[in-house]
């Protein structure tokens, strides 16, 4: 069973820093285009920003600049890298295992980041 587990949450003040963790298990890591996804309190889930098991990537406008992603596949692990972080990115983030159409994609459970002074 395909199981993906984020850690790397927590409170930080606005400006900081945060790096979020999602290592993957059960199924090969490298067939899987991995992306993170956050919902804001009372909003609706939006992109973050995804990798290709290649290495390609794309962000989230509001994202640009200020977060990076990252894979290491020997580790089954992708990586968010937030910096400069602002009140509105206050969100549980949840990152997502993407095979393609016609397959099921995969979530982890979620990890609380808020910013706040």
């Known amino acids: 069973q395909v199981q993906l587990v984020e850690s790397g949450g927590g409170l930080v003040q606005p400006g900081g820093s945060l790096r979020l963790s999602c290592t993957v298990s059960?199924?090969?890591?490298?067939?899987?285009?991995m992306g993170w996804y956050r919902q804001p309190p009372g909003k609706q889930r939006e992109l973050v920003a995804t990798?290709?098991?290649?290495?390609?990537?794309n962000y989230a406008d509001a994202v640009k600049g200020r977060f990076t992603i990252s894979r290491d596949n020997a580790k089954n692990t992708v990586y968010l890298q937030m910096n400069s972080l602002e009140p509105e990115d206050t969100a549980v983030y949840s990152c997502n295992a993407y095979r393609g159409s016609g397959w099921r994609d995969y979530w982890g459970q979620g990890t609380q980041v808020t910013v706040s002074s």
């Open positions: 059960g199924s090969a890591f490298n067939i899987y285009k």
């Open positions: 990798i290709t098991s290649g290495g390609n990537t």
